[in-house]
């Protein structure tokens, strides 16, 4: 009986130091993906993310069950053209914020297999290196409204 109580006792606190790891590492604010133009599958998302941790942490990958693929992209500037290129994954330093911002970093959504309607939400799921995985909503907002501000 012994053995059996310090076996659960150990299980339930390595659970609790996995959980406590992921709390502290990445934390994520302000996501959400854009409505997308009639007869169109792709669309991007946004949002911030803050390294809470003391170590380095890489996102490799992530994925969405409204998408076919979900790949991370920049914008680039060359020569007056700007380029938008795949990456393999996105680095997130110790104390470090990164964004995803129109124009810049951000996720691209390719075979979007259902309507995005405003106000709704969509989850989505991040992968990393050592600092855990998340599962997110992103707040769906209009194509429009960024433009509207202008």
């Known amino acids: 009986m012994k053995k059996i109580l310090v076996c659960l006792l150990l299980v339930v606190t390595m659970s609790a130091i996995s959980e406590s790891k992921?709390?502290?590492s990445l934390q994520f604010y302000d996501g959400y993906l854009r409505t997308m133009p009639p007869g169109q599958s792709v669309t991007a998302g946004f949002m911030t993310v803050v390294n809470h941790s003391k170590g380095n942490c890489l996102i490799t990958a992530a994925a969405s069950p409204i998408a076919k693929?979900?790949?991370f992209h920049e914008?680039?500037?060359n020569d007056g053209i700007m380029q938008m290129r795949p990456l393999a994954a996105v680095s997130v330093s110790a104390g470090e914020t990164v964004k995803f911002v129109s124009g810049g970093l951000h996720l691209m959504f390719f075979g979007v297999n259902q309507p995005l309607r405003v106000g709704e939400a969509a989850s989505f799921k991040l992968q990393t290196d050592r600092c855990g995985d998340y599962e997110l909503m992103l707040n769906i907002k209009s194509?429009?409204?960024?433009?509207m501000g202008h």
């Open 75 to 77: 914008h680039l500037h």
């Open 69 to 71: 693929r979900v790949e």
């Open 143 to 147: 194509l429009m409204q960024p433009m």
């Open 22 to 24: 992921a709390d502290e």
